[in-house]
């Protein structure tokens, strides 16, 4: 069911999740495709010799990459779809006529074996969904010749579709770890229909748009929760960024595919943006040098991208006081969520700095590195003990940071989830 496929260990990492690259390669696995509608008469006959085929909505943690993180394509007789990148080129052209949210074959099918999500069921019926809940399970492998157009939804029902799941973002009481694993499973199935009919137009853009915010306040949000006896939320993260990574990297294809001289797109920049601001953790995102010079100079001398450049800039400088201010004063909800996991290490930083170098004499008001650091005065005092470092009480009941102290050091365990009020609501809330 939907929560089997989190409960696992976390999948070894087989390539840095940032490797923004495509390359094709010879299939793991030529064998052909059986749907898991198929009769198991039917189902024997064609697949004699294939003891382990796979059901239809069968999944697996991990998809099937390069040693670069590309994504492996098949040949002429099947095609291995890793969320659609690329792979309409070893797909007849198809155009969808499936009305629904998801076919109706797949939902009968899904019915009669209680494989439906929480938010897939009628009146909380395991076995019993409709037309107006069901929605479209992910396919891993698809031979081409079980591809039907009444398999596929057309460009309409994608897009409605679509809608419908980020809608679930905010108006379900679920727990946001169910929900994203729904909507996760869900969206890569849309890039794969997307693929399979070889939408390209400024429609997909907007599409494949909406996804990178899921997966991007997704990257946020599964941060921050508390650990669940039903997923490994480690595991989760780990998935999200690895399709966080290459929607994005479909995304910038899809600008250049539609790329024209009078071409405009309003969020290119702040979602070429995105990828600088990864390099802020140095085990992801590859050079800069040659990518810029793939960007557009117009999304160069982008706002959006000349904040993300002076982010960049500062956190390998150690400024850690223009860091933590431009980031209050200039980020984007988005662009928030890829900075967060580096607040607190600079944070940390400017803790580091005040206790080496100020002079032992004068302790440092605990108040003015709760505006240094844009923290609550009751947060710096956790993140300094959290650093080995003593905070006392002066003579006037002030709480102060004794400087000098020759046991500082970063907390073995990761920081705890401190906030950052002087972030703009209405990013807050968007």
Known sequence: MERDRARGQ????SSSPSSFSFRRSTPRDSRNFTPSWSSQDEARNRNRSNSDSRGRWSRNPLPQTTSSGGLNYGGASSVQVEDAEGSCLDVPSLVGTCPSMCPAQEMAQRERLRDLAVFERLHGNP???SPDL???KFCRTLST???RSSDLRPLSVLESTLDYLLNLMDSTEEPFEVVHDFIFDRTRSIRQDLSMQNIVDRKAISMFEKMVQFHVLSHHKLRIIKPSPYYDISSLHYLNMEQLVKTLTSLYNLYELNRNPDSVYNNEAE???????FCLNPTKG????????????????SKEMMFARRILRYFRMGNYKRFL???????????FCIIEPCINQVRALAVSCINNSCYKLHPYPLADL???????????ESLCNACSLDVTVDNGGNKILPTKQANFSHPKTGFDNYSFPYLKQSDKNS
């Open 286 to 301: 590859e050079s800069l040098a040659l990518w810029f010079r793939q960007v557009p100079a117009h999304v160069i001398r």
């Open 271 to 277: 979602f070429r943006s995105l990828y600088v601001l």
């Open 145 to 147: 010749k079980d591809v």
């Open 134 to 136: 069901a929605v479209k």
């Open 370 to 380: 709760s505006n240094l650091l844009m923290m609550k005065e009751l947060e710096v």
């Open 10 to 13: 976390r999948p070894p990492p």
């Open 127 to 129: 076995a019993k969904s």
């Open 325 to 335: 201010g431009t980031v209050a004063a200039e980020a984007s909800h988005l662009q």
